[in-house]
């Protein structure tokens, strides 16, 4: 077996960034829980192709079709889940409590706590998917985000200048 300095620096970097993963998970409360981030199985997205237009601030704009109501959301492909306000969660009919409150995640204004819900269904321009992960934030949310719980069960989106194409 050879041994030299390049490789004992490639397997101290690959041992630092392990550890540096280890204690990141565990200062955010994820430890134990990395298999979440493999998701299960799920039906594939049903309905037909349609368009979201780009609006004049630049950003992709839809309204869903949320538990059977019109939900006024912007499309934010560096969202892992469909996040939600207070406001909206309340219309949709989610009642929530203080405890609810469970997790924390990460926005562009900081970490915020949040409560993890499943969506019946969500619908866009007439892709539909069902059982959808999302997450509830308690406040700093100005709008709805339409992220890649629902956007990754579609068979294909692809962005133009003009609009969003969303193929179930």
């Given at each position: 077996m050879r041994f030299d300095l390049s490789s004992a620096a490639v397997m101290a970097v690959a041992v630092a960034s392990a550890l540096t993963t280890a204690w990141w998970m565990d200062q955010a409360g994820l430890r134990g829980r990395a298999h979440a981030a493999i998701p299960a199985v799920s039906a594939p997205a049903t309905g037909r192709p349609g368009q979201v237009l780009k609006a004049a601030d630049g950003h992709y704009w839809a309204e869903a079709r949320i538990e059977g109501r019109a939900v006024r959301v912007m499309v934010d492909t560096g969202a892992?889940?469909?996040?939600?306000?207070?406001?909206?969660?309340?219309?949709?009919?989610?009642?929530l409590t203080p405890g609810d409150f469970s997790g924390t995640v990460v926005t562009a204004s900081g970490p915020v706590r949040a409560a993890p819900v499943e969506l019946s269904a969500v619908a866009v321009a007439g892709a539909r998917v069902a059982a959808v992960e999302a997450m509830v934030v308690?406040?700093?949310?100005?709008?709805s985000l339409l992220g890649m719980s629902y956007l990754g069960r579609l068979s294909s989106f692809s962005a133009t200048p003009a609009g969003l194409t969303l193929r179930p």
């Open positions: 892992s889940v469909v996040v939600l306000t207070p406001a909206d969660a309340a219309r949709l009919g989610l009642k308690e406040h700093g949310l100005p709008h």
